[in-house]
């Protein structure tokens, strides 16, 4: 079984910057793409940000230029730093994960459980 943790949200003001982290745990063989997700309230949840294996990245257009994802593939982490913040960015950012699990062997997709960003304006 494979986990996430997430951390980092939180209050900020308008203009502000935060920093995400999620971790992944578990029966781990390997972590293919790695990505935050938003969702704002009473929207359908979005893609935000996403890594792959080999450090592709791929950004929701109103996050470009002002965000960035990273992973450090030794500690099976991903991060997201955010500056620049607006309230539009408010929401509950979630952490996904798919990959191959050890035992048993099999494909796994996996969701944290959520982290809130409030922005103040």
């Known amino acids: 079984q494979v986990q996430l943790v997430e951390s980092g949200g939180g209050l900020v003001q308008a203009g502000g910057s935060l920093r995400l982290s999620c971790a992944a745990s578990?029966?781990?063989?390997?972590?293919?793409?790695m990505g935050w997700y938003r969702q704002a309230p009473g929207k359908q949840r979005e893609l935000v940000a996403l890594?792959?294996?080999?450090?592709?990245?791929n950004y929701t257009d109103s996050v470009k230029g002002r965000s960035t994802i990273s992973r450090d593939n030794a500690k099976n982490t991903v991060f997201l730093q955010m500056n620049s913040l607006n309230p539009e960015d408010t929401g509950v950012y979630y952490c996904?994960?798919?990959?191959?699990?050890?035992?048993?062997?099999?494909?796994?997709?996996?969701w944290g459980q959520g982290t809130l960003v409030t922005v103040s304006s």
């Open positions: 578990g029966s781990i063989l390997s972590i293919n793409a």
């Open positions: 890594i792959t294996s080999g450090g592709t990245t």
């Open positions: 996904h994960a798919d990959g191959i699990s050890k035992w048993p062997i099999r494909y796994y997709e996996v």
